[in-house]
């Protein structure tokens, strides 16, 4: 591989027969864990590739990263937003860790906006009292 894979720890994968055991022992060979997706899950996939594609359209086409410090940076910021602030569709508009919590309705003049991302992303907040 000529070092292809030299910055890779571990391969996610699934259990698709087109890739047997010399897939994984090329993939060995470059110090690198091969992972198997669990039995019968076909849709434990869907969910990492998600929101890797919710990375790479809402942040990375339009960051330029560089480097590996600055992508953990933006991944990680990106992420506390992802989980705490932005809307998902399957559950009802909701974030993950607002599942439960009704909003509250907040005057306008009241409401604060945050960028996040050098302002890339904006997460709107109650003015602090």
């Known amino acids: ?55 790479r359209r809402e942040v990375s086409d339009r960051v330029l990263i560089l480097g590996r410090g600055h992508l953990l940076r933006v991944a990680s910021e990106f992420e506390v937003h992802y989980n705490s602030h932005r809307p998902h569709q399957g559950i009802c508009l909701q974030a993950p860790e607002t599942i439960g919590f009704e909003p509250e309705l907040v005057p306008f003049g009241e409401i604060r906006r945050r960028r996040l991302l ?4 904006s997460e709107y907040h109650e003015a602090a009292a």
């Open 118 to 121: 050098g302002g890339l992303i």
């Open 1 to 55: 591989m000529d070092g292809g894979l030299s910055n890779v720890r571990f391969l996610v994968r699934d259990r698709d027969s087109k890739h047997t055991c010399s897939f994984d022992d090329v993939i060995r060979s470059e110090h690198a864990r091969s992972i198997k997706t669990p039995i019968r899950s076909p849709r434990v996939n869907a969910f990492g590739e998600r929101f890797v594609g919710t990375f």
